[in-house]
């Protein structure tokens, strides 16, 4: 299906789920559509308007009263060339089905010749309902899509099928039913995140600070836009975001030989974990009395991205560097030439910051010899910046 634009109305009727199209509404941004939001008067007891303003970008309106002089509904109508409503109550189910128009929203339906993609969320009981039920084979039968909730537990402790699906399931069926394709579908995308422990004995190790949360930030990101994410993760207490493939590892040695396996076959190499440099020579079977721990004697670690940038064909690999003193800038450009990278984000981590914290700065430095400032930022926004220009080089 082609699409008029890519300005989209969002929908949202008074169901607790309300909160959950905030995401969706992100996730329909990533998607690069440009969102509207039109709540129902009753949804802003869950969510208010500033919310989805903010997040939108642009005025919310609820009402047919305000502006009239603009036409609001059939202006919306006409803009959109696409409806989505989440979550959809039984109420706004009947309405839609039988064509009443009484608030913006349902105005907007009733003008619009857009596809119609609902998400009905509501309790077990009203959506077995005979009512709601033939509500929804009389909307699909006009060729809207009318997704089926997920079953899990209610607001309270009822359990049954009802639920606002996840916002991957969304985007999906959306995706399937208009037939567009994801910017990254079908490309293969290999990440390390966390920092490696090279163990001294069974119970010390030589590791580092690094969370782990700017890789996972990059597979969430890589994975919305339908890549197939491998996941390799140094030591990461995170959840796995769905989809990825997570092998987990501890050390440098076990890191290299999972990017190893996997380098062939990746599309975008992103090395974010922190790789120890060295490692004890000896690690011990036994706890080391305290008495023995006067030295340890390293040995280095393979430079794993060096490594692997010989055998380089058309990926792309992106390094990080994280520094502290000197000039920042030329020891960065050094690693991205000596390590053949295409991209490197410099972290500027003095006094500690950056690690673990949901916050990032640096510079993004490319091949070419640019380098532009990143100023602070969520490490979801560098996420998609990254994977923006890995994909760019791609081509
Ligand atoms: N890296 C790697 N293998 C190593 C060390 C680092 O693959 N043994 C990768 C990191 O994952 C990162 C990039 O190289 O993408 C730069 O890491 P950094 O630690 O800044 O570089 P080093 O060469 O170790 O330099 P430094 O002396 O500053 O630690």
Redesign the pocket.
């Known amino acids: 299906m082609i699409l008029a634009s890519r300005e989209v109305i969002l929908g949202i009727s008074a169901g607790i789920s309300a909160y959950k199209s905030a995401d969706l509404l992100r996730r329909l941004q990533e998607l690069n559509f440009d969102v509207t939001v039109i709540p129902t008067q009753s949804s802003l007891n869950f969510v208010g308007s500033a919310t989805w303003e903010a997040l939108s970008g642009h005025p919310v309106q609820t009402n047919l009263w305000n502006n009239v002089y603009d036409v609001p509904h059939i202006k919306l109508a006409k803009k959109a060339s696409l409806i989505i409503i989440a979550p959809t109550t039984a109420d706004l189910l009947a309405k839609i089905a039988n064509g009443l128009a009484d608030d913006l929203l349902t105005n907007v339906v009733l003008a619009a010749n857009a596809p119609l993609i609902l998400v009905p969320a509501m309790h077990p009981e009203m959506w077995a309902n005979a009512a709601t039920q033939e509500n929804v084979a009389k909307i699909r039968s006009r060729g809207a899509l009318v997704i089926e909730p997920d079953e899990g537990r209610m607001t309270g402790l009822d359990y049954g099928v009802g639920r606002y699906p996840t916002v991957e399931k969304i985007v999906s069926q959306v995706t399937k039913y208009l037939e567009i394709s994801l910017p990254l579908a079908g490309v293969k995308v290999l990440i ?1 995140a966390g920092g490696t422990r090279e163990a001294i004995d069974p119970v010390r190790y030589i590791g580092n600070r690094s969370s782990g949360k700017q890789g996972f930030a990059i597979a969430k990101a890589a994975l919305a836009q339908g890549a197939e994410v491998t996941l390799v993760a140094a030591n990461v207490n995170l959840p796995t975001p769905i989809g990825a493939i997570r092998i987990d590892v501890e050390s ?1 040695l076990e890191l ?1 030989r999972e990017v190893i396996k996997h380098f062939n076959v990746t599309n975008l190499l992103f ?7 060295v490692r004890p020579d000896k690690s011990s079977d036994q706890k080391i009395k305290k008495s023995n721990l006067q030295a340890i004697n390293l040995r280095a ?7 692997v940038s010989e055998s380089k064909k058309k990926q792309i690999i ?6 502290t003193s000197g000039d920042m800038l030329e ?1 960065a450009k050094r ?1 991205l030439v000596t ?1 053949k ?1 295409d991209l ?1 984000y410099l972290n500027d981590v003095t006094d500690g910051a950056v690690f673990g914290s949901e916050q990032t700065s640096g510079w993004i430095l490319d091949s070419s010899g640019q380098s532009d400032a990143f100023d602070l930022s969520n490490k979801d926004t560098l996420a998609f910046e990254l994977l923006k220009r890995a994909m760019d080089k791609l081509g």
């Open positions: 390390t440098a290299h090395m974010s974990a922190a790789v120890a440099d670690n393979i430079d794993i991205l060096a490594d992106v390094a990080f560097a994280a520094e020891e690693k390590k990278a490197l």
